[in-house]
Structures are given as structure tokens and as C-alpha cells.
């Protein structure tokens, strides 16, 4: 059975490993071109790719956070917002420790090329997957986070229409019941 979700998850994955590809192959490239273990240390470079994703990880905590204090909502609506931004503050804790992780093996591999040792190209080809799959979780969760907030403009654009009708109601009733002269 080829549901819709079953293949949106299979290209979710498809995508996830072209990712890791992708960075995996960048860095095993960087180490075979940098081979020269006094060469290895504009490697460093990968590890500062770590901030961004982490700093990118930290503005979407912050909104995550923003978001639960929304008015006007049904007791319904409020626990699923509740229960969406639970789980994505989950995900992105699992995602900065990726991230720091990632950087750990990387500051490894860059500690082992300097003593010109030979599995440093796993150690690269590793890094260099992990900051892919990294990279792909990040983009993710602020695809999801971009989702969470339609969901609260939504909500704000409803009680602003309610305000509005309330407003268009009162001075009708105003109208209706001021003395004639």
C-alpha cells in the first residue's frame, strides 16, 4: 500500500541520505586534498559550520517558546498547539546535541591528522555525514516550526475577525437603540 505519508516519509529519507552524502563526500574531498597532516587545520572550518546550525537551532528554540502563549483558543486547539511545540522543542534538543556531537568528531579527526594518522579519512567521511544529516534536521525543523506559526497566525487572524464582528455588532445594536429625534 503506497499511502501519501508513506511516500512523503521515503523521500524524507531519500533526502536525509543525499544530504549526508553530499557533505560526507565535501569532506572526505577536504581531507584527500588537505592530506598533509600541517595542512589539516583549515579543517577547522567544518567545525565553525557546527555555529550556524546551533545558532540557527537556538532562534527557532526561541520562537518555539513565543508560540505557546497564544489567546482565543479552544481547549482543543490549545492542546494540539501544546502537544506540536512539545515535540519540536524535543526534536531541536536532539538536534543540538547532533550538532555538538558532530563538531566532537570532527575536532577528533582534525586532532588525529595532525599526527597523520590513517583512519582520519573515516573520521572526516563521518563528520562530514553527520553535519549532513544535521544540516537536513535543521532545514526540517524550521520547515516545522514555519508550520507551527501559520498555525498561530491563523488563530490570530481568527480572533481579530471576532473582534471585528463584535465591533461591526455593538454599533449596530448602538444604532438601533439610540433615542430618535
Not at 508513506?6 to 588537505?34: I, T, Y
Not at 489567546?71 to 492542546?79: A, C, I, K, N, V
Not at 543540538?96 to 575536532?107: Q, R, S, T, W
Request: proline share 3%; aromatic share 10%; with cysteine.
Amino acid at each position: 500500500m503506497n499511502t501519501p505519508t508513506k511516500r512523503w516519509m521515503e523521500s524524507q529519507v531519500f533526502l536525509a541520505g543525499l544530504s549526508c552524502l553530499f557533505f560526507a563526500g565535501v569532506c572526505m574531498l577536504a581531507s584527500n586534498v588537505l592530506g598533509v597532516p600541517d595542512r589539516a587545520t583549515p579543517l577547522w572550518t567544518f567545525c565553525v559550520i557546527q555555529i550556524a546550525p546551533i545558532t540557527a537551532l537556538g532562534i527557532l528554540f526561541g520562537k518555539l517558546t513565543d508560540i505557546r502563549d497564544i489567546d482565543g483558543l479552544t481547549r482543543t486547539e490549545r492542546r494540539r498547539l501544546e502537544s506540536l511545540v512539545n515535540s519540536k522543542i524535543r526534536q531541536l534538543i536532539f538536534l543540538i546535541a547532533f550538532h555538538v556531537v558532530a563538531g566532537l568528531i570532527l575536532a577528533l579527526a582534525l586532532y588525529g591528522a595532525s599526527f597523520g594518522r590513517p583512519a582520519v579519512a573515516y573520521a572526516f567521511t563521518l563528520a562530514g555525514a553527520l553535519i549532513g544529516l544535521s544540516v537536513y534536521f535543521t532545514v526540517s525543523a524550521y520547515v516545522d516550526v514555519k508550520h507551527i506559526a501559520a498555525f498561530k497566525t491563523k488563530i490570530a487572524d481568527r480572533t481579530r475577525e471576532a473582534k471585528a464582528r463584535a465591533s461591526v455588532m455593538a454599533k449596530l445594536i448602538g444604532k438601533r437603540d439610540a433615542p430618535k429625534a
